[in-house]
DNA sequence: CGACGATTTGAAATCAGTCAAGAGCAGTGG
DNA sequence: CCACTGCTCTTGACTGATTTCAAATCGTCG
């Protein structure tokens, strides 16, 4: 799909350039940054709770997952990552790490000693806003996330999530929020949104019952896009799409 | 309580001082920040979603929270600030607002405008990581409440979020984990939660008869904090406080 | 005193969880 | 080729934690 001359770390470039309108130099400092690719397995550890991380990994090809594992044994899925995140900075910045990310499916981390990203950010003041604003994007996602398993009943929350992912793919070039791979498995989606595998499962059934997706195998395709945002009470704001035009936009008109 | 000369920006200059070894030309200009005082109610906004502050706001005094409205009506609350807090970073960084920030309780905000913010960043790279270093430790906090939602029983959620407040109090040179002031209603603290206001007092009447706490009016007694920290699944890791130590220190021995 | 908001308590209803078992599908090895 | 294995998905019946509805109590303040 992507040429096989496509640089390592051009999908970090992709997706910074959303937050950010980089200069040639920025793109040339980003692409310069010293990297090991690493292939890596369905399930494998990306980073560990209570660790400290060496490397913030940029994730090249698959899906990725934060998670926590509470007290009584259960875990939560914080967040879902693809393509173009840089899925350790949250836990490199912090130093030790307070979730484990692992790989949902197989794939290709470059990891970026934690130093040059340092470094970088010290140097070139854009990189360093467009990585803050990719932080500060996750912290909304995780907001959002909060009021899903809080306050939305067990088929909003699943409704939601399709939605998210949908449009998250269709951002990080992956292809349509009409027709997309899932990249999780019911128990997967169950720890993210609070609920058992079993509900999950029941919520799904209903929702294609309804008319509002259909499923075969691992792959979603969204019937009726609109009918789908409503029943998850999805709105995109929180996504943060805009961050560039937000970002390089006059201040609003008062 | 604090001297009556103590500048308006202190708090905030504690705060940051916990994550990063700021010099004195740092916190000089920290304190020479340009903002007003105002006076907030209980109940008053600070922020709007959707709106574009153009104010960071640092709480000098007093409690606020981060709250968003579900399409069905209900309110799920993201967290709860304090004195030295800078509310208004994620919002303002982000430039279109994603969730509502109310006061608590009475109280002093500064309002610095947003790009001075945004200068004395990108002129001091230590007070930007410790700004930035700020937005993560938020973000921690947000990843810990998923978790508490998503994967914890009512008891459970109510210790937790009891041992977070008294804690940062503490940390934040408000008072005695061991006894402090609940800011919150009940119905407060059910949107915290994901709980309905009746749970919520079940499980605090049922804190207390089981001897973890006393209440008094909104004085909480933590009667036995080992044992209320088990029964809330509390680690303090995700708190962070070790900021400071973990950047300055030499990485830790492989 | 009276009013209002916050807290407390009880009883009934319900959404989601638990337990259990069967079905579908992919990979493995005989 | 096909049985075997393991994982995921699906379904049913039952249970239970939390919600809902309703009303009483308490505290504060004008």
Redesign the pocket.
């Known amino acids: 799909m992507s040429p096989v001359t496509e640089h390592n770390l051009q999908p970090m470039v992709r997706k910074l350039s959303l937050w950010r309108a980089l200069d040639e130099a920025d793109v040339a400092a980003l692409l310069a940054l010293p990297h090991v690719v690493r292939s890596l397995n369905s399930g494998q550890f990306v980073a560990w709770d209570g660790d400290r991380p060496q490397h913030c990994c940029l994730l090249m090809s698959g899906f990725a997952f934060r998670h926590k594992i509470a007290g009584n044994g259960a875990r939560q899925i914080l967040s879902v990552h693809m393509r173009g995140d840089v899925i350790d900075l949250h836990n490199s910045l912090l130093r030790v790490a307070d979730h484990n990310i692992q790989m949902l499916t197989g794939g290709e981390v470059a990891m970026i000693p934690f130093e040059a990203v340092r470094d970088i950010a010290a140097a070139r003041p854009t990189v360093a806003a467009a990585l803050w604003y990719e932080t500060l994007v996750d912290g909304s996602i995780f907001r959002e996330w909060i009021v899903n398993v809080g306050r939305r009943?067990?088929?909003t929350r699943i409704a939601h999530l399709l939605c998210e992912l949908a449009l998250r793919q269709e951002m990080a070039g992956l292809g349509d929020r009409l027709v997309y791979q899932m990249p999780m498995?019911?128990?997967q989606l169950?720890d993210a949104v609070?609920?058992?595998?079993?509900?999950v499962?029941?919520m799904?059934?209903g929702l294609g019952a309804d008319g509002l997706i259909s499923?075969n195998?691992?792959s979603i395709t969204v019937i009726d896009w609109a009918a789908l945002a409503k029943a998850g009470d999805f709105e995109t704001r929180y996504l943060h799409f805009d961050g560039r035009a937000a970002a390089d936009s006059a201040p609003a008109p008062a």
Chains 1, 2 share one sequence.
Not at 194 to 199: K, N
């Open positions: 009943d067990a088929r498995t019911q128990e169950s609070g609920l058992t595998p079993v509900h499962n029941r799904l059934m499923r195998h691992r």
